[in-house]
């Protein structure tokens, strides 16, 4: 589904996941927790077959803590987070990247919910957003046309943000049910959510007009495309998947 949409899109355009891509909660069951590392590796493989290079690090990615998500990364692919680091308060992933889409120079920046992780004596902590964004963004702000936040945060924490980060133009949610949230604006930045579990793609058309200019020109338009059975498969896709699914069965018989 997703690359049939590329294929129709005339305009530049980038894929983000915000996070909470390979675990459904922030711990692993004891006796499935092999099989879910597999199955969580299948999810990066085809994610990234896809055509994602990146996404934020949510409080379920670290289930089975950052070590696992260092070691399963894929070539082109990079795990983002300003926030979670090592007891040594080594920042443990990329906190930001800059890249091109089209013509704009784009930073998109990635914070976890230092509030919902369960790092379960696993050797990192979590900083508050507070202590590590305004810097980044100040590091950031003059080098892009546009800026993104992929948060873990809750509504209520990515409103704060947004109010007290007003470089910030785009914060795309991950982690807190709310299911499909069409954008709405809190001083200049919008913030949205796609529902969890895979059920829809979030597609966000931006008319780009410039820096803090929503209520200056530039304008967007938004839509959720459900992910019904019925789509046809992608083979490549398909073929990952199947072969998640067995090595999933049997590590599950060997547990």
């Known amino acids: 589904a997703l690359t049939s949409l590329q294929s129709q899109l005339k305009d530049p355009w980038l894929i983000i996941d915000s996070g909470n891509m390979l675990f459904p909660e922030d711990k692993l069951p004891p006796g499935e927790a092999e099989a879910m590392k ?16 990146f996404a934020g690090v949510a409080a379920n990615d670290l289930a089975a803590g ?4 260092q070691t399963i990364t894929v070539d082109k692919f990079t795990w983002l987070s300003l926030n979670v680091v090592s007891q040594n308060g080594e920042q443990l992933f990329s906190g930001y990247t800059v890249l091109s889409v089209g013509p704009l120079k784009v930073a998109v920046l990635a914070l976890t919910d230092h509030a919902s992780v369960n790092n379960g004596g696993q050797g990192f902590t979590v900083l508050p957003w507070q202590q590590v964004l305004p810097q980044a963004m100040n590091l950031l702000r003059p080098q892009a046309d546009l800026t993104i936040l992929l948060s873990n945060y809750s509504m209520a924490v990515n409103k704060e943000i947004a109010r007290a980060t007003p470089g910030l133009d785009l914060i795309f949610q991950s982690g ?4 499909n949230m069409q954008p709405i604006q809190i001083n200049n930045a919008l913030i949205t959510q796609t529902g969890v579990k895979g059920k829809y793609l979030g597609q966000l058309d931006i008319n780009w007009l410039g820096t803090g200019t929503w209520q200056k ?10 992910l019904s059975p019925n789509m046809e498969d992608e083979p490549a896709i398909d073929q990952i998947i199947k072969k998640t699914l067995q090595e999933m069965k049997k590590a599950g018989k060997s547990s």
């Open 38 to 53: 597999i199955g969580a590796q299948g999810v990066l493989i085809a994610n990234s077959a896809m055509g994602y290079r």
């Open 66 to 69: 950052p070590l696992f998500l």
């Open 176 to 179: 807190h049910v709310m299911g």
């Open 217 to 226: 020109g530039s304008t967007f338009s938004h839509r959720f495309i459900p």
